[in-house]
């Protein structure tokens, strides 16, 4: 059975009100959504607070709620959307909205890959090469290669054409090769980089 099929299958029962389902897709997909809502913001209790409102907000829809074939793009679109608009209410976090948030793409699994194979220097030189980069490219980053979005679900996620992701994407990757090459990091680092490549 194809992975869509079975989203497919375990989507419908659950807006039919299975518990099964609703387990099935709460364990598969809470890790994934908890990471992500730390991107946008550090406030992890706001974060595990809009996950469970979500899914609340899910079970009260049941049938009212649109047929999907990939349940985690689904869930992170909604996650992001309710994140945006809590952020954004939220005059604390008013700065951090959009283009100005503090999208972090450097989570710690990454960041010990790191740390275990280079020296603290090349660390520092890749976390401000990273940084130089749009909050919109840090993010797409994180979409394709930790969350395996495709480029249509990042388009679709930022309701732009899969070109714009694409022409962002591949900005992205050669600014970090430019940066990586005439700061002279290491060989482990740039081939990190190029591995990102399409």
Known sequence: M???LKN???WDDFR???KVALETIYEDNYASLYHYGLKFTRDDDLVKDLIHELFIELIDSGLRLSMTDNIRFY?????RNKLLKQLSENLKYANKIGDSAEFNII???ERQLI???V???AQKRVIAAIKKLSVKQQEIIYLRFYRDLSYQEISALFDVNIQTVRNLMNRAINSLKDDFQSNKLNKNLILFVLSLSI
């Open 2 to 4: 194809s992975e869509s």
């Open 16 to 18: 039919k009100g299975s």
């Open 119 to 121: 020296e603290e220097e």
């Open 75 to 79: 869930l992170l679109k909604a996650l």
């Open 8 to 10: 497919h299958i375990i």
């Open 107 to 109: 989570v710690s699994i």
């Open 115 to 117: 740390i275990k194979e």
